[in-house]
């Protein structure tokens, strides 16, 4: 929400308007955004990588939300 631009200050983001400086998003993924996940369960031969798409970050678990196109 700090880095959405709002109109009360002059279409500057609030981080930006406190701190002078723009936010950095370079660490910011875009949603549905394809990923490859490793997983436990694969070995030298077989799959270690399952194919997904990004959702959101989860606040509870600190970890990725991740929709499974085949589950």
Known sequence: MNRTS?????????????FGTKPDLS???EWSEKCWVRTEHGNKLGKRVQTGYWID???KS???CIYWPDK
């Open 27 to 29: 660490n910011v993924y």
């Open 6 to 18: 709002t109109h009360s200050v002059e279409g500057m983001t609030l981080l930006e308007a406190v």
């Open 57 to 59: 970050l989860d606040d």
């Open 62 to 64: 600190k970890g990725h």
